[in-house]
Nanobody, 116 residues
Framework: QVQLTELGGGLVQPGGSLTLSCAAAGGSVNGVEMNWYRQAPGKQREVVAS???????RYADFVKGRFTVSKDRTENTLYLQMTNLIPDDTAVYYCNAFFGSDYNVWGPGTQVTVSS
């Protein structure tokens, strides 16, 4: 069974950058749609960025031009490069592997805090 682990969260000042990674273990996510979600306190989880099976990317409007989603050559690690961070980006960020409607894997999440 595939397990996902996010790394790279932390505290960053407004305008700063962070890169999150999501490593898959126990199986392959090659050819699987991968997503980054986030959840801020008191808010619903929302999709941030997606990398489709066709290797196209989709971004939420609030991160377009600031965040970039990608995979490494092995296709078993997903990244989220975040630049020009703002306080509203503060949230727990989750990696998701969408194999299909009946099989959806989530990582435990990593905290990103944007504050001066």
């Amino acid at each position: 069974q595939v397990q996902l682990t996010e790394l790279g969260g932390g505290l960053v000042q407004p305008g700063g950058s962070l890169t999150l990674s999501c490593a898959a273990a126990g199986g392959s996510v090659n050819g699987v749609e991968m997503n980054w979600y986030r959840q801020a306190p008191g808010k619903q989880r929302e999709v941030v960025a997606s990398l489709t099976r066709a290797h196209t990317t989709r971004y939420a409007d609030f991160v377009k031009g600031r965040f970039t989603v990608s995979k490494d050559r092995t296709e078993n690690t997903l990244y989220l490069q975040m630049t020009n961070l703002i306080p509203d980006d503060t949230a727990v960020y989750y990696c998701n592997a969408f194999f299909g409607s009946d099989y959806n894997v989530w990582g435990p999440g990593t905290q990103v805090t944007v504050s001066s």
